[in-house]
């Protein structure tokens, strides 16, 4: 296609700019129209007695009023990433469907979430997924569980960021430096409008982009002249043998074992997630959602699985395009798909697709951890009494702060399917044993056990290696393999798991410990250092908006209260649900 700067799809780079109007429109007027589709659905909050949000927490959740058709595209959007749809065609390619794991075990993921927590959670009226943590463990401690959230919810977001900026390298000839900086500006912008309105009302746009575009693709993939008709399950591809398929050895099946309960268990205390939980209209309408978005989430990865087999039936080399073959690059499967094996005009909806898919989980990502930031760090740790307008800035310059560095990372670290695995290692390990205690079994957690195992927990993974970050590891479990030339060697034995199991009994085990020694007099007054054991509960505990049985309560009513409710360690604060 000719143009008059080489290497540059202009006509590919103009609908893009088009498309990325589109989305910034809709996300800058989304509020008002997000209220016509729900009108009437603040006003059955009131009636129920819950309280009118301020208007930071407005932004943050959509005034509590996402209903079933907003909610069910917005959670599956958020999903649904650039990471997402490249990395499973990336894994279909190189290790066979066996170990495309994220599609069925993030499903798995939103399915147990809707089953076990959505409900609770939404009944409690807490405004980000850390209120919890900041009741059971105070607001200090329960804060420092925003450096895991971070790490996630960043790395997540670096994740698809990289993956759209190879996307758009391919398709368009765009540098991948500025196509990350571009897309990750246009979702900023309309984010800072609207928050949680603009990120709901544009991911039912981008949602249907995606199936669209990589659906409609697909036919004109397959009747390339350059692809095996009819599609092999078994061929050689780039000079290897390549299954459909895939197997897993007899010494690799822990290690499948351990990263899908990983993602499964790891895919659930996201803010992300949660956010999109505590703006439904009614708990139960948190869990349909859900339910739905796990269908929606495994359907979204069959075209990129599809897409995958594809590029596998391709000969490259007579398309012209031997990146993929020369380097092993089968992240660039989705994108060279669009461009080599289909007529313009569908590339062009495939570009949207991609793009949208990126845009859809990157806002959804920023806001979730500028919101816990705001929140849980910045007003309930800092500034106790900040106004509204002051946390209203407060989340719009964070959220500038969190996409330059999601930005900084996409564009320095290049792998998209390790960093996406990385994202539930960190979350599964050091979040989710907490999330299960805090939210179900409250009186076997208090801080004693929560630094304890934190501590221990952290320390055992970072010792545990990481061939995604290149370092090897010093504390090697049974059956470690290796590397060769320098390569570092990996963990065949299913130690996330088992570090999480670890974290999870420290926790349970220091709680009782510390109950017995109070109870024998061990453990009172000055040797309390963390005062669990106090006989008034710290004001600490209180946090606007929140109250255990799920009707609001003022922070006065709550001190009024103080006299009466026992220490903090009974889990008292978490367990009327």
């Not at 040797?527 to 009707?551: A, H, R, T, W």
């Amino acid at each position: 296609m000719a143009s008059d700067h080489p290497g540059i799809n202009i006509p590919g780079l103009a609908g893009l700019i088009v498309f990325y109007f589109l989305i910034l429109f809709a996300g800058i007027f989304s509020k008002k129209i997000l209220r016509i589709f729900n009108k009437g659905g603040a006003k059955k909050n009131e009636e129920k007695g819950e309280k009118a949000l301020s208007s930071t927490d407005d932004m943050m959740l959509a005034g509590r009023d996402i209903n079933y058709f907003v909610g069910i595209f917005t959670m599956t959007a958020t999903w649904v990433g650039g990471g997402y749809i490249n990395g499973a065609a990336e894994a279909t390619i190189k290790y066979g469907l066996l170990w495309c794991q994220a599609p069925f075990c993030y499903a798995i993921s939103l399915l147990c979430g809707g089953l076990f927590f959505a409900k609770k959670m939404r009944k409690m009226d807490f405004v980000t997924m850390l209120d919890p943590f900041q009741i059971k463990y105070g607001k200090k401690i329960g804060a420092f569980f925003y450096i895991p959230a971070f790490s996630g919810e960043i790395l997540w977001s670096a994740a698809i960021l990289s993956a759209l900026g190879t996307s758009l390298q391919v398709i368009c000839g765009i540098p991948e430096e500025s196509s990350i900086i571009a897309s990750a500006g246009f979702a900023m912008f309309y984010t800072l409008f609207g928050g949680l309105y603009s990120v709901a009302f544009t991911d039912i746009f981008q949602l249907i982009c995606i199936f669209v575009g990589l659906i409609l693709a697909i036919p004109f993939m397959t009747v390339n002249e350059n692809v095996n008709q009819p599609l092999k399950t078994d061929l050689m591809f780039d000079g290897k043998q390549h299954s459909l398929l895939g197997n897993i050895p007899a010494n690799d099946a822990a290690r499948w074992v351990d990263a899908a309960i990983m993602m499964m268990c790891g895919g659930i205390p996201w803010q992300a997630y949660f956010q999109r939980v505590l703006s439904s209209r009614t708990p139960s309408v948190a869990r349909v959602l859900s339910m739905c978005a796990a269908v929606g989430c495994f359907s979204a990865a069959i075209p990129a699985v599809v897409i995958g087999w594809i590029t596998m039936n391709t000969d490259w080399k007579a398309v012209g395009f031997t990146q993929i073959i020369d380097g092993d690059e089968y992240k660039l499967a989705v994108p060279a798909c669009l461009n080599y094996l289909c007529p313009p005009a569908i590339t062009f909806i495939g570009l949207g697709s991609v793009s949208a898919a990126v845009m859809s989980s990157t806002d959804s990502s920023i806001l979730g951890v500028s919101c816990m930031f705001t929140r849980n760090v910045f007003k309930t740790v800092f500034m106790p009494h900040a106004s509204d307008r002051v946390m209203k800035w407060v989340l719009r310059g964070i959220i500038v702060v969190n996409t330059s560095i999601a930005m900084i990372i996409a564009i320095t670290v290049k792998s998209v399917y390790g960093l996406y695995l990385i994202c539930s290692d960190l979350v599964f390990i050091l979040l989710f044993p907490h999330l299960v205690l805090v939210v179900h079994f409250p009186k076997y957690a208090n801080k004693y056990g929560m630094v304890i195992g934190f501590s221990i927990a952290f320390l055992l993974r970072a010792l545990s290696g990481e061939p995604v970050l290149n370092y090897d590891a010093v504390l090697k479990f049974p059956y470690y393999q290796e590397g060769s030339d320098g390569a570092p060697g990996f963990q065949r034995f299913p130690f996330r798991v088992f570090l999480m199991l670890v974290h999870l009994g420290l926790v349970i085990a220091v709680t009782l410990l510390t109950d017995l020694l109070n109870k024998e007099g061990y453990l009172t007054g000055k040797f309390d250092i963390l005062e669990v054991y106090k006989k008034k509960p710290s004001k600490d505990l209180v946090i606007e908006n929140v109250c255990p049985n799920g009707n609001e309560v003022s922070p006065v009513a709550e001190k009024k209260k103080e006299e009466e409710v026992p220490s903090e360690s009974n889990g008292a604060a978490v367990s009327a649900i």
